[in-house]
């Protein structure tokens, strides 16, 4: 399903292509997990199948330029009820605070929700993990599971490894 807002598109992107986020992730984080281009590419095809791990992107309509991604596990299913994890959300440095990530991760949302209530399966939960001090990715996300209706809070690891805690954000529906 395709979502079309002003200046780009939200689209699932299937399994065998999700390696075309590479550069755009290569721009964004800097950190080691991103040091081997075939390794991370291995892990991001072999990481989770569809319908399982759902890949999606906001696109420039116009250059067909990645802006933002996010991936969706279907992390375990009790009594027909699952729970999700949110995760490998980011935006290119140029579309941050325009409402690119959270159109992307609402409108995704509702493609997963939809997917998995068609296959008896309510979704009663999400998670995500960021880093203690990414106050702005905690508010972000905070902001996007209320927007979607969920009730949340923070559980906190502290410290996890050297550069600090993490911070789980768990939205709820009742």
Not at 72 to 81: F, I, M, P, T
Not at 108 to 120: L, V
Not at 151 to 171: A, H, N
């Amino acid at each position: 399903m395709n979502y079309f807002y002003m200046n780009y598109k939200i689209e699932e992107i299937p399994n065998e292509k999700v390696t075309e986020l590479y550069s755009l992730m290569r721009r964004i984080y800097s950190g080691n997990e991103l040091q081997s281009e075939e390794l991370f590419k291995s892990w991001m095809k072999n990481s989770g199948q569809e319908p399982f791990v759902r890949w999606f992107v906001a696109k420039d309509t116009k250059t067909k330029e990645n802006l933002a991604f996010t991936r969706w596990y279907l992390y375990d299913v009790s009594d027909n009820e699952g729970l999700m994890m949110l995760s490998w959300t980011a935006t290119d440095q140029s579309e941050s605070k325009k409402g690119v990530t959270f159109n992307l991760v609402t409108e995704s949302y509702k493609t997963i929700e939809k997917y998995w209530a068609e296959r008896n399966i309510n979704l009663k939960g999400i998670f995500v993990q960021t880093d203690i001090s990414n106050l702005p990715a905690r508010e972000f996300y905070k902001k996007v599971l209320s927007g979607l209706e969920f009730s949340v809070t923070e559980s906190i690891v502290d410290p996890l490894w050297s550069k600090g805690g993490i911070v789980f954000i768990i939205g709820r529906k009742n």
